[in-house]
């Protein structure tokens, strides 16, 4: 049977902006970068973009101006998906378009609670790695991020340690940081090793740099050389404005997401003017300043508004977007951390956003904690089952089983539960459902207590997929000859 103007609609899906508010916040972006331009801090880069057709002020050799026609012609050229693999087995375990949603961690926080004292102590190797191997095992995780800066080791040499502490310990992708050029030269030597070959690697990535320009509208050295890299490794970049609404952009949401995305667009033209067709991820850390406390708020409401609005930029310019989810600015695990984790986690779910990151993070990116982590990845769960609507089709309106039951009867024997039921409820790890009393006799449980138990049972008895025991020692003898060169 034809059914004439019958919509479905099994997704549910948040919408901020229209299209013509889309179209409007992007030319307001690309005019930022014809009219008042952005700075990068590097040689290379600025004779790069002159060369394509850019404008260096006579006055100021780093500041540089993007005519529309650039922007238009990287936002052809880039890839409309982004795929990312699993370190272990080369297969492809995420699809970043459309409105795929995946999670992960965060990166450097500098603070961590450990789990068997609830002390907040400072991140190190051992932090990264019990973090990474909670990432590893829980199920609604898609991606690492270190979740912690590594601190007992040389500074300028932390990077590498960073990215061992995660490879070691778990074979979903990562997203990196590296301090400079040089750290991300030598963590793509890693991960060539890990994959087999430098076109291998090229072929189906299992990490993606993450970087940032610094608002307003500048590139630093640093990340327009990782820019340049990354394009001519043909490995995938996020490139992410972290903007402070009424600190480092405007105070109004619609010129600070103006402002951000012109600093994400113009790190776009850098990449693709490198290396056309190179694959880039597109995102923001958008929020505002807390004019009470100054911090940079990652539970303001506007914070989860203007992420959302950019997960509609992203669809509407067809470009895989990095978000930001599953954080708070609470100091510790409590009802504050919950709820702005939550309707964070809900938001992005439904935005569309692909690479969502900063799950875990509590006291505004200062400090993780696994408990927050372990909480979150049951949100992410729930949320997923809002995500993905109700389907209604002849077998799921179940008219024949109504019909057969009838009037009085129970539904609890039929195999059309059975067969159902786990599809279409979903059933968390840590919220409690069961009676009163039986709560009370398992101990009276609180969320937290559940949370730390699972995490504590996950570090001691989990034990990730391991690399060969000859990639462990070439990731090593890398860290040696960068620790070596700091001592000549």
Not at 130 to 143: E, H, R, V
Not at 153 to 162: E, N, T
Not at 347 to 362: C, E, F, K, P, R
Request: hydrophobic residues 40%.
């Amino acid at each position: 049977m034809i059914k004439g103007n019958y919509q479905v609609q099994e997704a549910n899906f948040l919408q901020v902006l229209s299209e013509d508010q889309c179209r409007r916040l992007i030319g307001a972006a690309m005019e930022v970068l014809e009219r008042t331009g952005v700075t990068y801090h590097d040689e290379e880069a600025v004779d790069r973009l002159k060369k394509a057709g850019c404008f260096v002020d006579e006055k100021d050799s780093k500041r540089v101006r993007i005519p529309f026609r650039l922007v238009e012609k990287a936002l052809n050229s880039v890839p409309r998906k982004v795929s990312l693999s699993n370190s272990r087995t080369g297969k492809r375990v995420m699809e970043m378009e459309g409105g795929n949603a995946y999670f992960g961690t965060g990166s450097d926080t500098p603070n961590f609670i450990d789990p068997y004292t609830q002390e907040r102590i400072k991140a190190s190797r051992k932090t990264v790695g019990m973090a990474t191997k909670c990432i590893d095992a829980l199920p609604n995780l898609d991606f690492v991020m270190s979740l912690g800066i590594v601190q007992d080791v040389h500074q300028l040499v932390y990077d590498r340690y960073q990215f061992e502490a995660m490879v070691l310990n778990t074979s979903k992708p990562i997203v990196i940081t590296a301090i400079d050029e040089p750290g991300y030269s030598d963590i793509i030597k890693m991960c060539e090793y890990i994959a087999g070959s430098e076109e291998e690697l090229r072929r189906n990535p299992f990490l993606t740099l993450y970087a940032e320009p610094i608002s307003p509208l500048q590139h630093p050295n640093d990340s327009a050389r990782k820019l340049m890299l990354a394009a001519k490794k043909g490995l995938p970049v996020v490139y992410t404005p972290c903007i402070m609404a009424g600190g480092t952009v405007p105070a109004t949401l619609a010129g600070a997401m103006a402002n951000g995305l012109a600093e994400s667009l113009s790190g776009l033209v850098l990449n693709q003017v490198t290396q056309e067709g190179s694959p880039f991820i597109m995102g923001g850390v958008f929020t505002v300043m807390d004019m009470q406390t100054t911090i940079f708020s990652y539970g303001a409401p506007e914070f989860d508004l203007m992420m959302a609005a950019l997960g509609d930029i992203s669809d509407f310019l067809d470009l895989p977007m990095f978000g930001t989810c599953g954080c708070t600015d609470a100091k510790i695990v409590d009802e504050q951390a919950l709820i702005e984790g939550a309707i964070s986690i809900l938001m992005t779910a439904q935005s569309g956003a692909n690479l969502n990151h900063d799950v875990g993070y509590i006291e505004h990116g200062n400090t993780a904690s696994l408990e927050y982590l372990t909480i979150c990845d049951d949100l992410i769960g729930m949320s997923r089952k809002i995500v993905d609507g109700i389907k209604v089709d002849e077998d799921t309106l179940a008219l024949d089983v109504i019909d057969k039951v009838g009037p009085g009867g129970h539904f609890l024997a039929e195999e059309h539960t059975l067969e159902h039921f786990r599809k279409e409820t979903w059933y968390p790890q840590f919220f409690v459902r069961q009676i009163y009393e039986k709560w009370e006799a398992e101990g009276s449980k609180t969320l937290f207590d559940k949370a730390n138990e699972k995490v504590i049972d996950i570090l001691e008895n989990y034990e990730p997929e391991p690399l060969p025991k000859d990639v462990q020692q070439k990731i090593k003898d890398i860290i040696n000859e960068a620790e070596s060169k700091l001592n000549k």
